[in-house]
């Protein structure tokens, strides 16, 4: 995971911290970009070596969901 962790930093920190830092705007793309693969590969990482109870994340989500949607219905009247 620390290896993913740095291979999914390394583009970013390039594209969106140092190429811009010396004048270069062309490539400030490629950060969105990496962090949308390191997403991808961390996911597949998680299900994959079962690093993560899937379910347990799943109905952690669920709950929270539920609780966004409870604030905004009572924001909303």
Same mark, same amino acid.
């Given at each position: 995971?620390?290896? *993913?962790? *740095? /291979?999914g930093s390394v583009p970013g920190i =390039? %594209?969106? /911290?140092a190429l811009? !830092? =010396?004048? =270069?705007? %062309?490539?400030? &793309?490629?950060?969105?970009?990496s962090a949308f693969? &390191? /997403?991808? /590969?961390m996911s597949y !990482? *998680? =299900?994959k070596q079962n690093q993560m109870n899937v379910k347990t994340v799943y109905s952690e989500l669920l709950v929270v969901g539920m609780i966004l949607l409870m604030f905004i219905g009572f924001f909303a009247v």
């Open positions: 995971m620390f290896l *993913v962790l *740095v /291979i =390039i %594209t969106s /911290i811009p !830092s =010396i004048g =270069i705007f %062309t490539y400030d &793309w490629g950060g969105f970009i693969g &390191w /997403i991808g /590969i !990482s *998680v =299900i």
